[in-house]
């Protein structure tokens, strides 16, 4: 009994951490345009639009948080078979992914800008002193909390995999989770945003991304001011619930019904979540309506 | 006819040469492996079942790039290799955890199946969150004009100059089945693996397995993690960009990833498996 009641509460810490990291996570990703929206970013000064925001796709945010998250987890079990304090060897793993990150950031940004120099897109060096140590902070944030979590599971929950494998699993489950959930925001909401609201970017309006903001050109930090109202805490939530239910259908259920406890609970969990979206869907088109007649969509 | 005038690259059909190169990779590979150490058989047709079902899983998951994060086209708006990734490895993750825990082979793959559709789940469901309520957007396929499942229909919730938006349904559900096959075969490369590396490393070592079954965990998950990324990116290149799901004409391209991810497994089994090749097992 004392064992599952310390499983619950690790997983309820797992669960926590891993909503911040989700936040973190989406949030560094749109402050420095790593996701699929960057398209647009690379794409405007081609179409004309020359801006000022930051970007730095390295790669996508599944292999850069997974790169990332299994050098911090790595670096802080190398501290940890040192006898280091693990707290003091997560942090300290999580720093030396971190100023990798960094080091990315930079050579993406100056590679990426560089390549439009044909378009006239000029390398702003003051947003790569602006916004590189933003981006690594937010960063940070992620790779520590992945980082503990992963510790958690290692240590307290005695999952089999390493610390730098798991680091490497959820980095990269991190990635696809504040990638799927939060580009949307980022990309339709605040890029497109003098676009009509509730309906989709027209293809021919590609580029023309918003490059002015209330005063002067628009930074990156003003989307990561914007993106915080939404994508971050979804993102966070999304990440959250994957990890907490994850591990809460194991721990509390593994050594029922003869073993498949877990199994039964994980689709019980799928059937509750897959109402919810077809509410979602009902509601969303119930609420908003069609934009043209059935006919004449039809015809 | 593509934009530069030339006839269109990739069709639907099978290239037989191909496959019958393919195939015969397979068996090279199966007999180089029989040949090396004939208990390691067994494993390498499971990995080859695995890297074939992780192909086939990752055709089902809607993805829809970089379009879809502008609500130009329906699906997740991320890379489909990266998305099958994360939820075939949430799967590996739960898999591994209940191979430890129960030792049961049905118990743990399933465990597996279950985690890869419970991340699809809850990611597909915090997509069309974001859709709706943030931004105002109902689900569109651009594909189809009436949802297979629900029979809800399409054409007049499409806004104007897009192919579709948001996650109908169809490809919920399509998310969820990639994200459990995918699973399934990640968590069963995985423990075939384990089972021939803890055997062959402690011939090998001349160990007790309990000694070396740290090394062969993390072994097993590093090589399924590759297998998993071999097979999710060559799914992705079959399906060239995006993909809304099953009802998506795309995804009658599947039997070429399958035999192509066979292929890929077959070839890359075999040289997991050297490791532990002729020792005498």
């Known amino acids: 009994m004392e064992e599952i009641v310390l499983g619950i509460g690790i997983t309820a810490l797992a669960g926590a951490l891993a909503t911040v990291a989700g936040a973190a996570e989406d949030t560094e990703s749109d402050i420095g345009s790593q996701g699929d929206p960057n398209s647009q970013v690379q794409l405007a000064p081609q179409m004309g639009y020359i801006h000022r925001i930051f970007n730095k796709a390295v790669s996508g945010e599944p292999p850069a948080y997974g790169l990332w998250c299994a050098i911090g987890a790595g670096v802080a079990w190398a501290f940890l078979q040192l006898n280091y304090n693990p707290a003091l060897a997560i942090i300290l793993g999580s720093i030396v992914a971190v100023f990798i990150q960094g080091i990315y950031c930079t050579s993406g940004y100056l590679g990426r800008t560089a390549s439009l120099a044909k378009f006239k897109q000029p390398v702003y060096i003051d947003i790569i002193k602006s916004l590189t140590s933003v981006t690594m902070a937010h960063a940070f944030v992620a790779i520590f909390c992945t980082t503990a979590m992963c510790y958690l599971m290692a240590t307290a929950l005695h999952h089999p995999f390493a610390l730098p494998l798991l680091g490497l699993i959820w980095g990269i489950a991190l990635g696809a989770a504040g990638s799927a959930t939060g580009n949307p925001f980022y990309g339709k909401e605040r890029q497109y945003q003098t676009q009509k609201f509730g309906a989709g970017v027209p293809i021919s309006a590609s580029g023309n991304i918003v490059r002015y903001a209330e005063a002067g050109q628009r930074s990156s930090l003003d989307n990561g001011w914007f993106t915080t109202k939404f994508a971050g805490p979804a993102s966070g939530i999304c990440f959250g619930l994957i990890v907490f239910l994850e591990l809460w259908r194991t721990v509390l259920f593994e050594k029922m019904v003869a073993g498949w406890g877990a199994v039964i609970a994980g689709v019980i969990l799928i059937l509750i979540f897959t109402f919810i979206d077809r509410w979602i869907e009902k509601w969303g088109r119930r609420t908003y309506g069609p934009y043209t007649e059935a006919e004449e969509a039809s015809s | ?281």
């Open chain 2, 1 to 281: 006819m593509s934009a530069l005038g030339g006839a269109a690259a990739g069709g639907e059909g099978l290239n037989m040469t191909g496959t019958i190169v393919g195939i015969v990779i397979i068996l090279v590979s199966l007999g180089a492996t029989y040949m090396l150490g004939a208990s390691l058989i067994v494993p390498l047709i499971g990995i080859i079942v695995g890297g074939a079902l992780i192909g086939f899983g990752v055709h089902f998951v809607p993805v829809g790039g970089a379009p879809a994060a502008m609500g130009q086209a329906p699906g997740i708006a991320t890379g489909v290799a990266m998305l099958a990734a994360g939820a075939g490895l949430a799967g590996l993750f739960g898999g591994a955890w209940a191979f430890e825990a129960t030792g049961d082979f049905l118990i743990s793959i399933l465990g597996g199946a279950i985690g890869g559709g419970l991340m699809m789940a809850i990611t597909c469901l915090m997509v069309n969150a974001t859709y709706v309520f943030a931004m105002g957007i109902p689900a569109a396929s651009g594909k189809v004009a009436r949802d297979p499942i629900t029979g809800d229909s399409f054409p007049e919730y499409k806004s104007q100059g897009t192919e579709g938006h948001g996650l109908p349904f169809i490809s919920f559900v399509g998310g969820v089945i990639g994200g459990t096959i995918a699973g399934l075969g990640g968590t069963l490369i995985y423990i075939e693996l384990l089972e021939a590396y803890q055997t062959g490393l402690a011939t090998l070592m001349q160990a007790e397995p309990e000694v070396i079954a740290p090394l062969a965990v993390s072994l097993a998950g590093i090589f399924a993690i590759g297998f998993f990324l071999v097979n999710a990116v060559l799914a992705a290149y079959n399906i060239t960009g995006t993909i809304e799901g099953p009802h998506d004409p795309k995804f009658k391209r599947v039997p070429r990833a399958v035999i192509g991810c066979a292929v890929a497994s077959a070839f890359c089994g075999l040289i997991s498996l050297l490791l532990v090749m002729n020792i005498g097992m």
